[in-house]
C-alpha cells in the first residue's frame, strides 16, 4: 500500500497499464515533456517515448477523432481533454460515432477508448473550465461514464475503464486532485463499472452524490449525524451504468431521497435517479426525493461559484427539509 492522491494514483495506472500492455499509448495536449496540465502524465513520456505518449495540436475534435480510429484498429487510446468544458468540439467523435460502431457493427467492431477530462469548480478557474456535462452523456447510448472521488476509486476504475472493449468516459474532479491523501494498493486492480459504494450505512435518509460533490457532502453528513440523522451516504462512482439495486435498495431501507450533484438542475443526472427512484420504489417513500444541485446557468464568475455549487448549508437545508416533508 502506497498512500497518494488522485493525481497520483492516475499517473501511476497509466504507467502500470501502459508497461502490462503495449497496445496502450495516450494522446492529448501537452502531456508529454510538460506532464499535463496538472500533471496527471508526468513523466510517462520518458518512460515510454513519443510514440506512446503524443502531444497533440490544439484540436480537441482530432484528438478524439483519432482516437477513435486507433481503437477502431486495435489499440488502445487514453485521450486527454484538457477540461471538460472543451468537450463539446468532440460531441459528434464521441456520441454519433465511437458510442456507435459497436453498434452499428452488430457487434463485430469494438472501441476500446478511454476520454479522460478534469471538470468540477471551486478552484476558480475561468469560464469552460469547471462545468459539469456528464448528463451530455448519460443521454448517447453505448458510452460508459465514470466519475471517481477518491485516490482508490480512481485507480481501479482507471484500470477497469482502460480494459473495457468499449469507450469510457472518465471524468476527473480537479478540486480533489490533490485535496485527498489515501492508502491505495500498488499491485493492479479494478472495481466493476457501474457498481456504486455505500460509503456509510444508515437508516433515516439516503444519500446520494459522487465525484467532486463528495466532498462537501460528506461534510454534511458528519454536521448531520451530530444532531442525531441516520443518514445512508452512496457514492455512484459511475453515472452510466447506474447501480440501480443499490439506489432502490436503500430508498426501501430510508423511505427519503436527497441528491446532490455539482451539474445544473434540470434533465440532470439526478432527474434520471428521481425517476428511478418513482418508477421502482415509490410506495416506501415518505417525503418526496430532493436534489441540491448547481444552478440552472453558465457556470458563474470565480466571485460567485462557492454560492453556485452545492455546499454543506444547502446540503444540510435539504435533508432537514425532507426530514420535515416526510409522512411519519
Known sequence: MTEMNMVEAINFTLKQEMEADDDILLLGEDIGKNGGVFRTTETLVETFGERRVVDTPLAESAIVGT??????????PVAEIQFLGFIYETMDQISAQAARVRFRSAGSLHVPLVIRAPYSGGVKTPELHSDSLEALFMHSAGLKVIMPSTPRDAKGLLCAAINDPDPVLFFEPLKLYRGVREEVEEERFTIEIGKANVVKEGDDITLISWGAAMAETKKAVQLLEDSNFSIELIDLRTIVPLDEEIIVHSVEKTGRCVIVHEAVKSAGVGAEISA?????????????????????????????????????????????????????
Open 276 to 328: 428511478i427512484i418513482n418508477e421502482k420504489a415509490l410506495f416506501y417513500l415518505s417525503a418526496p426525493v430532493l436534489r441540491v444541485t448547481g444552478f440552472d446557468s453558465p457556470y458563474p464568475v470565480a466571485t460567485v461559484e462557492n454560492d453556485w455549487i452545492p455546499n454543506v448549508n444547502r446540503i444540510v437545508n435539504q435533508i432537514k427539509q425532507v426530514w420535515e416533508l416526510s409522512l411519519n
Open 67 to 76: 482516437a477513435v480510429g486507433m481503437a477502431i484498429r486495435g489499440l488502445k
